[in-house]
């Protein structure tokens, strides 16, 4: 079983090296929308992979359990991340204005339904949280505390799972303080949500919610400008 866990944790970070090496080169060498859709389908690819190999072995009893406690926390935690967000953003100088969606004679972009709310707010938060929470969190956990603990282990998972959570989002363009702040908060609340419940859904709908939120925001900002 120790055998595995490090097994596994080295197939997790090649594959997701590949996936973001991959995701880089296509946006650097097709910079067109396609070239932006293939990159994070690619990237997600990188995270399915381990993902199925550890849930096909074996996978923490709790960890797929549903509680509607999960709904309140997703709904809750996902909306305070969105407030502090909107908060770090003006910080950082922006105008605090409503996002907006590009647009074409005033309606929205044939196809935004899919790159612009299915993605981000259901494919996106569901292959991330599987993979950086369901999977790799819960081996970095696992075979830490085996030297040093459960404390010290969660703290290390925590720590290491969130930066590869923002780097993730980094390779998609530049990103401002604000936002590096912000997915880091999303990434903790997500991580110990996941150590402290023993279950993914509230990391999930938490990311959900999150993302969920900017797009009402940006059809708000779109619809109503």
């Known amino acids: 079983m120790r055998r595995w866990g490090y097994d596994l944790l080295g197939w997790a970070i090649l594959s997701f090296g590949a996936g973001v090496l991959a995701s880089s080169a296509l946006r650097a060498f097709v910079p067109t929308s396609f070239g932006a859709l293939s990159a994070d389908l690619v990237l997600w690819l990188g995270m399915i992979v381990p993902g199925?190999?550890?849930?096909?072995?074996?996978?923490?009893r709790m960890l797929l359990r549903f509680r509607w406690l999960d709904v309140l926390y997703g709904v809750v935690l996902g909306g305070v991340l969105r407030i502090i967000q909107g908060w770090?953003?003006?910080?950082?100088?922006?105008?605090?204005?409503?996002?907006s969606y590009p647009t074409v004679n005033g309606n929205l972009v044939p196809g935004w339904w899919f790159t612009d709310a299915l993605v981000p707010v259901v494919i996106g938060p569901t292959v991330e949280e599987f993979f950086f929470r369901g999977v790799l969190l819960v081996v970095i956990y696992t075979v830490v505390r085996r030297a040093f603990g459960r404390g010290f282990a969660g703290f290390i998972a925590l720590v290491l799972t969130t930066g590869a959570f923002v780097t993730a989002h980094a390779i998609s363009g530049p990103m401002g303080w604000d936002i590096a702040v912000a997915l880091t908060l999303v990434g903790l609340t997500a991580g110990a949500l996941v150590l402290l419940t023993g279950r993914i859904w509230g990391a999930v709908l938490v990311h959900v919610v999150y993302n969920g939120t900017f797009v009402l925001l940006a059809l708000a900002g779109t619809l109503l400008a």
């Open 52 to 60: 199925v190999l550890a849930f096909a072995r074996s996978r923490p």
């Open 88 to 99: 770090l953003e003006v910080a950082a100088g922006a105008s605090g204005a409503f996002p």
